[in-house]
Structures are given as C-alpha cells and as structure tokens.
C-alpha cells in the first residue's frame, strides 16, 4: 500500500480542526499543514464582502442574552484562564503563515478541491442526510455516495470512452495477427 503523504503533501484544514494541541502536534510529527482559524476570513481581504451572504442572528438570541434589544452581537467565550508562553503560540505561527501570501496561495487551493465534492454530494447526489443508522451501514453509505461521485468524474472525463477504444484497437490487432 502507498502512503497517503509523501514528501510535498500539504495538509489543509478549515478552522474546525484548529487548537494549540493539534497544531503542536502537527509541529512534533513535522507534518506540513495549514490550518485556517476563526478569524481567518475576517484577515484576508479575498473575504470582505462575505457578510453579505451571513444569515441574521440566530432564533434563540433572546435566550442567550440578558439585553437582546440592546445588545449588537452574541457571542461565547471560554476561558480557561491566562496561558503563559515564551515564544509565539503554534496558533500565532499558524496565522503569520496563513496571512502570507504564500499561505493564502496554497490555502485557497483547497477551495478547489475539496469544498466541491460536498457540494456535488449534498446538492446533485441529494445527501443532505444520511437514511441509515449505525457506524458501519453509515460508512457505507458514505463510500457509496463518494464512489457513485467518483465514477461520475471518471464518466466525465472521457475515462470509459478511451478504455473502450483501447479495448477495441486490442481487440482488432489480436485478431489480425491471428490470420
């Protein structure tokens, strides 16, 4: 079996994946990655209209706060009190390589890539949920849905048409040889 990462994969994430732990992790196992955090968008000017796009507050705003009326935002915070560090934070590092433009070259190809197939899957192939229960009936679900996206690719790139032709050159050399 091949390894999944060789010597010039870069992993990229969406903020979800991003914490100091997994970012030193990363760092210890010298894995190359680039995971955007929260504030990401907000830094690069690429996102300047997206709150155009935002939805309004959410329905429970009148629960969450003490004075929704008055109040311009909600927002939670955890605190789990005041970190002590040296240097720079994996997080502080993370954002400086996010934010040059190197990072944001290599980042935003990841729009290209990955993001497409959950819009195939969710909006052509209807996947808005999945019909099963359980770990294992779900992962095969999961595997049925990226194969039929994967076949439709292959479909879509002409791959079965040259298979055929190739099939059918072979087919008539064998043939002719015979003779």
Not at 48 to 73: D, E, K, N, S
Not at 109 to 129: G, H, I, S, Y
């Amino acid at each position: 079996m091949q390894p999944l990462r060789g010597a010039t994969t870069l992993i990229t994430a969406d903020a979800g994946y991003q914490s100091e732990a997994n970012l030193r992790a990363l760092d210890t196992m010298s894995v190359e990655a680039l995971i955007a955090d929260r504030d990401m968008r907000q830094r690069d000017e690429r996102f300047a209209t997206q709150a155009r796009h935002q939805q309004g507050p959410h329905r429970l705003r009148a629960q969450c706060l003490r004075t929704p009326a008055t109040t311009p935002v909600c927002y939670v915070a955890f605190l789990h009190g005041r970190i002590d560090t040296d240097g720079p934070t994996y997080t502080a590092r993370m954002q400086a390589r996010l934010d040059a433009p190197e990072g944001r070259e290599a980042y935003g190809r990841r729009f290209a890539t990955v993001e497409p197939v959950f819009f195939n899957l969710r909006a052509n192939k209807r996947l808005d949920r999945f019909t099963l229960r359980g770990r294992e009936k779900v992962n095969g679900q999961w595997t049925l849905y990226c194969l039929a996206h994967n076949i439709g690719k292959l479909a879509h790139a002409g791959y079965a048409r040259r298979e055929h032709r190739r099939t059918r050159s072979n087919t008539r050399n064998s043939t002719r040889n015979r003779r």
